[in-house]
C-alpha cells in the first residue's frame, strides 16, 4: 500500500494522513537574477493538524488496491495507527519518514532538489548570438562558387547536346 501511497503524492503533490497532518510538494519555479539563472526549488512540507483525505484518494486508492472505497478508508487508516504505534517511524520510500516522538510528529525528508539543479551563470557561456552569425557570414561567403560551378556543368551540357 505504501507504494501506492507514493505514487499518490508523487502524482498530485499532496497526501492527507488522518489526524496527524499533510504532506505538500511545494514548487518554486527557476528566475533570473543578475545574470544567473536561479535553479528550481521543490521541497515537501509537513503540516502538522487534523486532515482527511479527499474522496478521489479513497478512490485512487481502491482502483489501485482493486477493494471497494469504504476498505480502501479502513486500511489506510489502519496502516497510519499501527505503523506509527508499533515502530513509531513509518517509511514513505524515497520521499522521506515520518516519525513520532511523544504525542509529536516528524518529518525528515529525502529528497533535496538541489541534487539535481544547479544554478546557471548564464555570462560565463559562449555568446551564441555570435556564433550563428558567423555561421551565416560564412554560408553567404560561398554562393558564388556554386554559381561558377552550375555555370560550368550548364554550358558542358550546352556543348554536348549540340
Known amino acids: 500500500m505504501i507504494h501506492h501511497i507514493v505514487t499518490y503524492f508523487i502524482r498530485f503533490g499532496q497526501l492527507d494522513i488522518p489526524s496527524i497532518g499533510n504532506l505538500k510538494l511545494s514548487k518554486k519555479e527557476a528566475e533570473w537574477e543578475e545574470g544567473i539563472l536561479m535553479a528550481p526549488k521543490e521541497m515537501i512540507h509537513f503540516e502538522k493538524g487534523d486532515s482527511t ?8 486508492l481502491a482502483n489501485a488496491l482493486d477493494i471497494s472505497v469504504e476498505q480502501a478508508a479502513i ?6 495507527k499501527t505503523q506509527l504505534e508499533q515502530d513509531r517511524i513509518l517509511a514513505l520510500g524515497n520521499l ?4 513520532k516522538e511523544g504525542d509529536s510528529f516528524q518529518w525528515k ?34 554562393w558564388y562558387i556554386w554559381a561558377i560551378v552550375l555555370t560550368v556543368v550548364a554550358i558542358i551540357a550546352i556543348l554536348c547536346k549540340q
Not at 96 to 99: A, K, P, T
Open 75 to 80: 486500511q489506510y487508516e489502519q496502516i497510519w
Open 53 to 60: 483525505p479527499t474522496k478521489h484518494f479513497y478512490q485512487y
Open 109 to 142: 525528508s529525502h529528497f533535496d532538489s538541489t541534487q539535481y539543479f544547479n544554478n546557471i551563470d548564464l555570462s560565463s557561456l559562449p555568446n551564441s548570438v555570435s556564433y550563428e552569425e558567423e555561421e551565416a557570414i560564412q554560408r553567404k561567403d560561398k
Open 96 to 99: 522521506g519518514v515520518l516519525s
